[in-house]
C-alpha cells in the first residue's frame, strides 16, 4: 500500500511539474579555447614541449531546453545540445630543465600549430534565479560526451588532417571521450517567446592525458563563451 501512495505521489509531482515547463528551441555561436598543453618525453631527447593557447575557435551549437517552475523566482532548466568546439594551439620546444617562463621569448620559434574541432553532445542541468522580471542568472554543471573530433596540423606551411582512430599523440591518443564543465550565464525573455542569452562554460578536467614509458602529458581543459537565441513553444 505505501509503494503504491508513493507512486502516485511521484506520479502527481512529475504532473505538477509537466504542467508548468515550457520547452523550448535554440542555436547560437561559441567561441572557444584550450588552455595550454605540457608534454615531456626522457626516451633519450631529452625534451620539454608546450602547446600554448593561440586564439580561439569559432563553432556553433543548436539544441532543445526545458525551463520547469520551481518557485516565484527559480527554475530547473535542462537542455539537450550539440556543441562544435575547439581551439588553436602553437607549439614551443626547449631542453627538459630549462625555465618554462623563456617559452615564447628565447625559446624556439613556433613552427608547428594545431587547430582542434570537437563535437560534443552536451546536457547542461542548470538552475534559472530571476532577480528581476524575464531576467535569469543560470549556473549549474554540464556534462559533454565527444562524437567527433579532427586536429589540423600546419607545419612550414604544410597542412595534414587527422580524424577519429587516425589522431597521433599530439593530436588525441589519450584523448578523453567525456567533459565536465561548470556553467554560468545569463538569459533575457522578451514577448514570452523569445529568448536571448550569454553564457560561459568552463571545464573542470583535462581532455587529454597521455602517458608510456618515456612520455607524460599534461592535456588541457576546454573554455567556451556562447551566445544564443531561442524560441519557446
Known amino acids: 500500500m505505501k509503494k503504491i501512495i508513493l507512486v502516485i505521489v511521484v506520479l502527481l509531482v512529475a504532473n505538477n511539474a509537466f504542467s508548468q515547463a515550457k520547452f523550448g528551441i535554440k542555436a547560437g555561436v561559441n567561441f572557444s579555447s584550450l588552455s595550454d598543453v605540457e608534454y615531456s618525453s626522457t626516451d633519450g631527447t631529452l625534451r620539454f614541449i608546450k602547446f600554448k593557447n593561440d586564439e580561439m575557435a569559432t563553432g556553433y551549437h543548436v539544441g532543445v531546453f526545458a525551463n520547469v517552475s520551481l518557485g516565484k523566482i527559480i527554475s530547473f532548466q535542462p537542455e539537450l545540445l550539440f556543441s562544435m568546439q575547439g581551439g588553436k594551439m602553437q607549439y614551443y620546444e626547449l631542453p627538459v630543465g630549462d625555465y618554462e617562463g623563456v617559452i615564447g621569448s628565447s625559446g624556439l620559434a613556433a613552427t608547428l600549430k594545431l587547430t582542434y574541432q570537437l563535437g560534443y553532445i552536451q546536457i547542461p542541468l542548470l538552475l534559472e534565479i530571476k532577480p528581476v522580471a524575464d531576467l535569469g542568472v543560470?549556473?549549474?554543471?554540464?556534462?559533454?560526451?565527444?562524437?567527433?573530433?579532427?586536429?589540423?596540423?600546419?607545419?612550414?606551411?604544410?597542412?595534414e588532417t587527422f580524424s577519429g582512430s587516425r589522431f597521433y599523440y599530439l593530436c588525441g591518443t589519450g584523448f578523453k571521450k567525456r567533459d565536465v564543465s561548470l556553467v554560468?550565464?545569463?538569459?533575457?525573455?522578451?514577448?514570452?517567446?523569445?529568448?536571448i542569452g550569454a553564457r560561459y562554460n568552463l571545464g573542470l578536467i583535462n581532455n587529454w592525458d597521455y602517458a608510456n614509458t618515456y612520455?607524460?602529458?599534461?592535456?588541457?581543459?576546454?573554455s567556451v563563451i556562447q551566445a544564443s537565441l531561442g524560441y519557446l513553444f
Open 138 to 159: 543560470l549556473f549549474g554543471p554540464q556534462l559533454s560526451f565527444n562524437v567527433s573530433r579532427k586536429c589540423t596540423s600546419t607545419y612550414d606551411g604544410y597542412t
Open 184 to 195: 554560468f550565464g545569463l538569459q533575457y525573455t522578451f514577448i514570452e517567446k523569445i529568448v
Open 215 to 222: 612520455d607524460k602529458s599534461k592535456g588541457w581543459k576546454s
